[in-house]
């Protein structure tokens, strides 16, 4: 008997997201050099994960928290709305959402990793689905 998947994935959702890992932007692929293989204090993340009907930009799956690194189209009133459905959405999941932007990141890379680590570190002592904005 097959196990039921809790997140079933349609294949165009996963070519995307396949997609979307060789078209990172700069904040993207220094942020993930960062996150890659452990290198934030052992803790695991994945990139460019589709949990559907989205996909997230950074996923750390054991803290159950996602990292999105945003850029110019998030920052319009059409974006911003688009990002409460789906940050709403994914906290009804469990999920805790952080949202960097990519100059706050670029301009300041460890500020952005600590506060990455301590939510992670929060979220493992209380469990609580929130949405951090760091601008």
């Known amino acids: 008997m097959e196990r039921e998947k809790r997140n079933p994935v349609s294949e165009r959702l996963r070519d995307f997201a396949k997609d979307q890992r060789s078209l990172s932007t700069c904040a993207e692929a220094l942020f993930w050099s960062q996150l890659r293989a452990g290198r934030l204090s052992g803790h695991k993340f994945k990139r460019q994960v589709p949990i559907t009907p989205y996909i997230v930009d950074f996923l750390s799956p054991s803290a159950r928290l996602i990292v999105e690194l945003d ?3 998030h920052e319009t009133a059409e974006g911003r709305k688009r990002d409460t459905a789906r940050d709403a959405w994914l ?9 960097l932007t990519n100059e706050a990141f670029l301009g300041n890379p460890q500020l952005a990793l600590d506060a990455v680590l301590a939510a992670i570190e929060r979220r493992t002592i209380s469990p609580q689905p929130t949405t ?4």
């Open 71 to 73: 850029g110019e189209p």
């Open 91 to 99: 906290r009804s999941q469990s999920f805790e959402i952080m949202r």
């Open 132 to 135: 951090d904005r760091i601008a």
